[in-house]
């Protein structure tokens, strides 16, 4: 069975509010007070800085990291899901060397 995703609203740093679709994982109940986008925002910065660290390991010349994220939430709290397919790209990076 196919979970549906719901509107929920999330607050930015500067207390903006925003709605955003998330995906219920585990329990499936979903908690509608206002929930932090730092849930999210501090798990892409962490992801992005491992994959930079790994990348200058091997010194590419340039490289382009792409990753697509879904908005979950579990036990109330906001999780960034890392997706594959069309829709929403998974994973790309692209490293590069010069002659």
């Known amino acids: 069975m196919e979970l549906q995703s719901r509107i929920i609203s999330v607050e930015l740093a500067d207390g ?4 955003v679709e998330a995906t219920p994982i585990g329990d499936r109940k979903i908690n509608f007070h206002t929930r932090p986008f730092s849930e999210v925002t501090d798990t892409i910065e962490s992801l992005s800085k491992e994959i930079a660290e790994a990348l200058h390991k091997v010194k590419p010349d340039r490289f382009t990291v792409k990753f697509g994220i879904e908005i979950g939430i579990e036990s109330g709290k906001l999780t960034a899901l890392l ?17």
């Open 16 to 19: 903006t509010s925003v709605k």
């Open 83 to 99: 997706v594959k397919g069309t829709s929403t790209a998974n994973l790309e990076i692209t490293l590069e060397w010069g002659n």
